[in-house]
Each structure stands twice: as C-alpha cells, then as structure tokens.
C-alpha cells in the first residue's frame, strides 16, 4: 500500500454531522427578549452588538432570520448567530452568578 495515498472518507459520516447540538441557557423568567438573550449567552458583548447583528440579518430564531430586537424568546427557542446556536431553557430557580 502507497503511504502517500488519501484515504476516502466515508460520505455518509459527513452527511450525518449535521450542525452542533445548541448550548442551553437557562432563563430565570418565562420569556426574554432577543437582545438581552444575546447578551446572556454570550453571542454578542453588549446591547449596541446585539442591535448591529440582529439589524444586518444574522440572527435566526428557529431558523427563521429575525429583525426584531424585542422578540420574546420562550423557553425551547433555538437562536442562532454565526455557527454558534444557542436554546433558551428554563432556569428553575435562581441563576448562580458570582456577583
């Protein structure tokens, strides 16, 4: 056998990869608003971020694209920016933050 031969790969595993499964991020609330979404699950730095990808189209709720900064967002939600992907989850109590 030629060492310096490729080996194929087999078709059906790239077929089968798919995207990434989302993150989930849980919500301490029934419902949040797309931006701050954004914001908690680290897809953008801050508000004024969130407002420039939302407004250029590069956000998608449930693979729709989304233009509206203040769509309410409910737990099962998956949003989307780039390759990364994110589903709103509920928070069942309180969020541990360190502040």
């Known amino acids: 056998m030629n060492p310096f031969r490729r080996r194929r790969q087999d078709p059906a595993a790239d077929?089968?990869?798919?995207?990434?499964p989302p993150e989930d991020v849980p919500i301490k609330d029934d419902m949040i608003r797309l931006g701050q979404f954004l914001k908690l699950a680290n897809l953008v730095e801050n508000g004024a971020d969130a407002k420039v990808v939302i407004a250029e189209g590069r956000v998608t709720v449930n693979d729709e694209p989304e233009l509206r900064r203040g769509r309410q967002l409910v737990?099962?939600?998956?949003?989307?920016?780039?390759?990364?992907?994110?589903?709103?989850?509920s928070g069942g109590g309180e969020v541990d933050v360190p502040w």
């Open 15 to 20: 077929r089968s990869a798919g995207p990434p």
């Open 75 to 89: 737990v099962g939600d998956v949003v989307a920016l780039g390759s990364a992907r994110s589903r709103v989850a």
